[in-house]
C-alpha cells in the first residue's frame, strides 16, 4: 500500500464534510470516505433544513454550545459562499395559559445559551402571524431556513480547493493499528487500501457499528444506539406564514411544527417514533394525527392538503422515557485509543452545529499531532 494520509474521515454527511474542511483548511491532508454513491445521502438529506437558534439545549451542554457558535459560523459561510438561506425567524407557540408558563422557562433558557429571543403576547402574535391562535409566543430572530445540499457542496468544493478529497462507494469495513496509526480497509478489497495517522468516525447512524472494527476500541465505550423516526407531511397550496411555527417541545424530538424550505414548499413534522431498525418508509396512510397537531395553533389547517413527505431517523443515544443525551465527541482521552476520534448522537442540531463541531475535532488533531 502506497496510499498514506494524515486523517482519513470516515462518512460524507455534513459532519465529515464540515471536518473534512476544516481540517484541510489548516493544511492537513485530508481524505473522506463515504459508502454510498453520492455524500449526503443519509440523515443529512433527511431533516428540517433549519439553522436553530440554540434555545432548547441545557446550558453549557455540547447541543448547546456548538449550536450557537455553529449558526454564527453557518450564517456567515451562507453569506460569503452564496449558500442559499433565509434567516426568517421563528415562533414557539403556547396554546393555553400552562404553556404561557413553559414558554418562560424556555425563554430563560435560550438567553442562558445566548440565544437571543423575546415573548410575546396575543396582540404582538396577532400583526406578526394572523393566521396563529395561541396564547403567547417565544420570538426568536435568530432561526432560520437553509438549502443543506447546497452547504453541503459548498463546504466539499473548499475543502476541496484546500486539497482534501472525497472518495464515494467505499465502504469501510475494518480499522487496524499499524505503526503511528491506522490501516484502513474497505469491501471488496483484501488489503487495507490507505494509511492514516488519525481516524475521524463521522459515521452517522452507522458509527457505533464503525467503532466495533476499531482495533483495540472496547465495547464499554461505545455508547448504545437508539432510534427515534420521524416523519414529515408536505402541505399542498399556500400557508399563510412568513416564519416557522413551533409548539413547545416533545419527549424525543422539537414537535411536529411548520418549517419550509428555500422554494416556499411547506412540511409539517417531524413526529417522534422510536424504532428498532433504520427504516424510511412513510407510514402515514391517515395523515390526521398531524393535522390535529397542527389545528391546536392554526384552525384552518386543511386535512386534505396534507400529504406524505419523507422520513429521517434520529441517532440518538438515549431511549423512550429516558432523559436526553448530549453530543458526543469521543477523543482518545475517553476511550483510550490513540489517534481515533468518534462522534456518535449527533442527532438535532447537528446541522446547524456542523461546523463548530469541526472545530473541535481539529482541534483535536491538532493539538495532539
Ligand atoms: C428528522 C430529523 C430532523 C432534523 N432537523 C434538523 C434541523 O432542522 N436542523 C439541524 O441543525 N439539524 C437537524 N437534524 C440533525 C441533522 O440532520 C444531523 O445532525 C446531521 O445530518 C448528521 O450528519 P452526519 O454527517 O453525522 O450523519 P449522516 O448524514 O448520516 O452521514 C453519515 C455518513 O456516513 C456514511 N457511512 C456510514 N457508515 C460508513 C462506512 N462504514 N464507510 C463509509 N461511509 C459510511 C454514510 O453513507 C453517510 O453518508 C435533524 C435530524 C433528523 C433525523
Redesign the pocket.
Known amino acids: 500500500m502506497n496510499n498514506s494520509v494524515d486523517v482519513v474521515i470516515?462518512?460524507?454527511?455534513?459532519?465529515?464534510?464540515?471536518t473534512g474542511r476544516e481540517l484541510a483548511r489548516k493544511g492537513v491532508d485530508t481524505l473522506i470516505?463515504?459508502?454510498?454513491p453520492v455524500?449526503?445521502?443519509?440523515?443529512?438529506?433527511?431533516?428540517?433544513?433549519?439553522?436553530?437558534a440554540g434555545l432548547y439545549y441545557e446550558s453549557q451542554s455540547l447541543k448547546a454550545r456548538t449550536?450557537v457558535r455553529?449558526r454564527d459560523l453557518l450564517y456567515a459561510f451562507c453569506n460569503a459562499r452564496g449558500v442559499p438561506h433565509r434567516q426568517c425567524g421563528k415562533l414557539v407557540v403556547a396554546v393555553n395559559d400552562a404553556q404561557v408558563q413553559e414558554l418562560e422557562q424556555l425563554s430563560r433558557l435560550a438567553h442562558a445559551n445566548g440565544a437571543d429571543s423575546r415573548l410575546i403576547d396575543i396582540q404582538e402574535l396577532r400583526r406578526l402571524e394572523p393566521a396563529v391562535r395561541a396564547a403567547g409566543a417565544l420570538f426568536s430572530p435568530n432561526t432560520g431556513i437553509i438549502d443543506?445540499h447546497a452547504y453541503m457542496q459548498a463546504l466539499l468544493g473548499e475543502a476541496e480547493t484546500y486539497g482534501a478529497r472525497l472518495v464515494c462507494r467505499?465502504?469501510?469495513?475494518r480499522i487496524r493499528q499499524s505503526g503511528q496509526g491506522w490501516n484502513v480497509s474497505?469491501?471488496g478489497e483484501t488489503e487495507p487500501v490507505v494509511h492514516a495517522s488519525w481516524v475521524i468516525n463521522?459515521?452517522?447512524?452507522?458509527?457505533q457499528?464503525?467503532s466495533r472494527?476499531v482495533e483495540g476500541m472496547s465495547e464499554q465505550h461505545i455508547p448504545r444506539l437508539r432510534l427515534?423516526?420521524?416523519?414529515?407531511c408536505t402541505y399542498a397550496g399556500r400557508t399563510p406564514f412568513g416564519r416557522l411555527i413551533y409548539p413547545l417541545p416533545e419527549h424525543g424530538?422539537?414537535g411536529v411544527h411548520l418549517?419550509f424550505d428555500m422554494g416556499g414548499q411547506a412540511r409539517f413534522?417531524?413526529d417522534v417514533k422510536w424504532v428498532d431498525s433504520i427504516d424510511y418508509s412513510i407510514d402515514l396512510a391517515d395523515p390526521s394525527r398531524f393535522t390535529e397537531a397542527v389545528r391546536r395553533w392554526w384552525p384552518e389547517v386543511n386535512a386534505d392538503h396534507m400529504s406524505p413527505g419523507y422520513?429521517?431517523?434520529?441517532?440518538k443515544l438515549s431511549g423512550p422515557g429516558e432523559s436526553a443525551v448530549d453530543f458526543k465527541i469521543a477523543t482518545p482521552a475517553q476511550h483510550g485509543v490513540a489517534r481515533f476520534v468518534a462522534?456518535y448522537g449527533?442527532?438535532?442540531?447537528?446541522?446547524?452545529?456542523?461546523m463548530a463541531i469541526a472545530e473541535i475535532v481539529a482541534k483535536e488533531v491538532g493539538d495532539a499531532s
Open positions: 470516515i462518512g460524507a454527511g455534513v459532519i465529515g464534510l464540515a470516505l463515504d459508502g454510498e455524500f449526503g445521502s443519509w440523515t443529512s438529506s433527511r431533516n428540517s433544513e433549519v439553522i436553530h449550536c455553529g443543506s467505499t465502504q469501510v469495513t474497505i469491501a463521522s459515521a452517522g447512524l452507522f458509527a457499528n464503525v472494527t427515534a423516526k420521524g416523519s414529515y424530538g422539537l418549517t413534522g417531524p422520513a429521517g431517523v434520529r441517532p462522534l449527533v442527532e438535532s442540531p447537528g446541522l446547524t452545529a456542523s
